[in-house]
């Protein structure tokens, strides 16, 4: 079946680096441009950043960009976060999905496949 | 703050509507943008909901639908079940940000 699988969440000092990863089976992950989302403890939705189906593109939140670096490896079905100088405000869980077609007029698609999550929590 | 806007929280008894609202710009829902919107269940990962306005996903019940007008869109939920409380988010593409997808900040729906 389809699924998104988020690893590599933990317990990380301030100032610090710590990388996601996102296992995609049971679809063809090389077909889907793919996002990273967070949510903090008690708060809403955060788009982070998205990539496109074969890499060529990525854009971030204004509050990640030139901290975090999305990424993909197509031959491994796997998406990446490297997260650099993180800070308290990064701690939140960290969700991988995909996203369903849409024409550029459309402005994005849904986000259709939601992986279970991934925890950071920035603290010394 | 966020660039789209939803009110904190709404309430209604079994079987009756409820709506969120979700109010935008120019830049996004007003230039024309998708809306799309999320279920949350406490302690899990979001749900696709409705997608581009007013579609549903395959096993979506139809008493969820979607609609948009100028700068703001709406998620109607009709007969409403205790299994409906949740929080629900909407989603559009904001041009003024680049590449950004944007989120609104979400109502907790209270079955009461």
């Known amino acids: 079946q389809v699924q998104l699988v988020e690893s590599g969440g933990g317990v990380v000092q301030p100032g610090r680096s710590l990388r996601l990863s996102c296992a995609a089976s049971?679809?063809?992950?090389?077909?889907?441009?793919m996002h990273w989302v967070r949510q903090a403890p008690g708060k809403g939705l955060e788009w982070v950043a998205v990539?496109?189906?074969?890499?060529?593109?990525?854009y971030y939140a204004d509050s990640v960009k030139g901290r975090f670096t999305i990424s993909r490896d197509n031959s491994k079905n796997t998406l990446y976060l490297q997260m650099n100088s993180l800070r308290g405000d990064d701690s939140a869980v960290y969700y991988c999905a995909t996203e369903g077609p849409y024409n550029i007029s459309s402005g994005s698609g849904g986000l259709d496949v939601w992986g279970q999550g991934t925890t950071v929590t920035v603290s010394s | 703050q966020s660039v789209l806007t939803q009110p904190p929280s709404v309430s209604g008894a079994p079987g009756q509507r409820v709506t969120i609202s979700c109010t935008g710009s120019?830049?996004?829902?007003?230039?024309?943008?998708?809306v799309h919107w999320y279920q949350q269940l406490p302690g899990t990962a979001p749900k696709l909901l409705i997608y581009?306005?007013?579609n549903r996903p395959s096993g979506v019940p139809d008493r969820f639908s979607g609609s948009k007008s100028g700068t703001s869109a709406s998620l109607a939920i009709t007969g409403l079940q205790a299994e409906d409380e949740a929080d629900y988010y909407c989603?559009?593409?904001?041009?003024?940000?680049?590449?950004?997808?944007?989120f609104g900040g979400g109502t907790k729906l209270t079955v009461l």
């Open positions: 049971g679809f063809t992950f090389s077909s889907y441009g």
């Open positions: 120019s830049s996004n829902i007003g230039a024309g943008y998708d």
């Open positions: 581009a306005n007013n």
């Open positions: 990539i496109w189906y074969d890499g060529s593109n990525k």
């Open positions: 989603q559009s593409y904001d041009s003024s940000l680049s590449g950004s997808r944007v």
